[in-house]
């Protein structure tokens, strides 16, 4: 999963990207087509890179994450976990694998 930022200036407009955690570049164009343009460019450049220097172009991922709730939610779902007799984390994982899986 790749990051981007957009910043616009007066005469231009910097897209700023992680690469996937693997560096970073900045590309620049004056109107999003340009900048859509010397992303592909770039994308490319970084592609031939990994594949001379043999680095997975994507980003591994740890299994980890924060998710931030509202204190309202957080009650809800300990009282579902609970009632089904599952931690938190569990029922997460449940319904995220089932989001992804449509």
């Not at 897209?15 to 004056?30: E, N, Q, S």
């Not at 991922?61 to 957080?74: C, E, Q, W």
Request: proline residues 3%; charged residues 30%.
């Amino acid at each position: 999963m790749t990051w981007a930022r957009v910043i616009a200036g007066v005469d231009r407009v910097r897209l700023g990207d992680d690469c996937d955690g693997h560096g970073g570049a900045d590309f620049y164009g004056k109107n999003p087509k340009e900048l859509r343009a010397e992303f592909k460019r770039s994308l490319l450049v970084f592609l031939e890179v990994c594949r001379e220097k043999d680095i997975e172009p994507r980003r591994r991922f740890s299994g980890k994450f924060n998710l931030r709730i509202s204190p309202d939610l957080h009650e809800k779902l300990a009282i579902a976990a609970q009632a089904q007799g599952k931690s938190i984390n569990t029922l997460a994982q449940e319904a995220l694998r089932d989001c992804v899986a449509s």
